[in-house]
């Protein structure tokens, strides 16, 4: 049986193991390599040696010489050294995104075996789209704190795809599928679509009855942050389900929910998901048009790797979004 002691936070984990494949395996990182490690997470996450000197309780020379340790181990250099700071080489981001999940992985499996995930905690790390992190998680996350408290939640709220790797990522929502094929996709909802624009619009422009008449108007677009392509608009004509590619108008990047705000000051028609201009459709902000063309949805997903291990607090979090969030 052989024993590896890593730093995992504030205090030393030890972590006790045998490995049995026919013959047992001799060791490939001893204490000192392991610990070489987490220092050298600490030197990434705060960019000084002296900080992570401080957090370790070494000294700033013994980071430095923890660094050069796994440097020459691994024949690359970790870190570009400035008299101010220092920052991560390309090889030591992608090197930093492995150790730092590892390291949480293995205090996740000393709070299991001991039994201290009897209250959950940690930290989880969740993406989510503008317009739904606004409207549907955000207002969920004050109620999970109060079941969970000992679970921190860092909310990325941007429309764009993240690498759950390189990022430190344990959660996704996205409306779009992922070409990832290594993450579970849990359907999370589906939101109502709808055509709208206000009232001052309409009178100036007239009210499109058909989707050809959408051709004579402006048709306010927004482009997906992964590919610059511009959103299509969906409908039902005769029963079939109807994909258009409408043409001029303001295009808006980023921020879906700049489109509403655009259509709100009468620069023209977008659709967009019902939830988020129910309050405009009920002041007469914006007025819909095209009843009988609609009934298409957006569906929206929970995305998280599948080859990982899956702590509790993440396990839980994802369980109260599928039970909470409503289309």
């Known amino acids: 049986m ?6 995992a936070g504030d205090k030393c984990a030890i972590l006790r193991f045998t490995c049995y494949m026919g ?11 392991l610990g070489s490690i987490e220092i ?8 000084c040696f002296t900080r992570a000197a401080q957090l370790a309780g070494i000294s700033p020379a013994a980071v430095s010489r923890a660094i050069t340790r796994l440097e020459e181990r691994m024949a690359v250099r970790l870190f570009t050294r400035t008299t101010r700071k220092v920052s991560l080489t390309e090889a030591g981001r992608r090197y930093f995104a492995q150790c730092r999940q590892a390291l949480v992985q293995l205090a996740d499996a000393e709070r299991e075996v001991s039994g201290h995930q009897s209250t959950p905690a940690g930290k989880v790390r969740l993406s989510v789209p503008t317009p739904i992190g606004h409207y549907r998680i955000l207002p969920l996350l004050s109620r999970f704190r109060q079941l969970y408290p000992n679970v921190e939640i860092d909310v990325h709220i941007s429309n764009r795809n993240i690498d759950f790797t390189a990022e430190g990522f ?3 929502i996205r409306g779009r599928e992922s070409p990832d094929s290594g993450l579970i996709v849990r359907k999370l909802l589906e939101l109502d679509l709808a055509v709208v624009a206000s009232p001052e619009y309409l009178e100036r422009r007239g009210i499109p009855n058909t989707l050809a008449a959408l051709q004579q108007h402006e048709c306010i677009q927004f482009a ?35 489109t509403v705000t655009l259509a709100r000051h009468g620069a023209g028609l977008i659709q ?17 048009v095209l009843h009988d063309y609609s009934g298409r949805t957006r569906p929206f997903s929970l995305l998280y790797p599948s080859a990982r291990h899956v702590p509790q607090r993440v396990r839980l979090l994802i369980d109260f979004l599928l039970n909470e969030v409503k289309s």
């Open 2 to 7: 052989q024993s590896i002691t890593v730093l």
């Open 272 to 288: 967009t998901m019902r939830p988020f201009i129910e309050e405009d459709l009920a002041s007469g902000k914006l007025v819909e």
């Open 40 to 47: 050298f997470c600490l030197s990434a996450e705060t960019e």
């Open 23 to 33: 013959l047992t395996m001799g060791r490939q990182f001893n204490s000192l390599m």
């Open 170 to 172: 344990d959660l996704a």
């Open 224 to 258: 997906l942050p992964s590919t610059g392509m511009r959103t299509s608009w969906l409908f039902y004509q005769d029963g079939k389900e109807i994909e258009l590619e409408t043409t001029g108008g303001i295009e808006c990047a980023e921020d879906i929910l700049g």
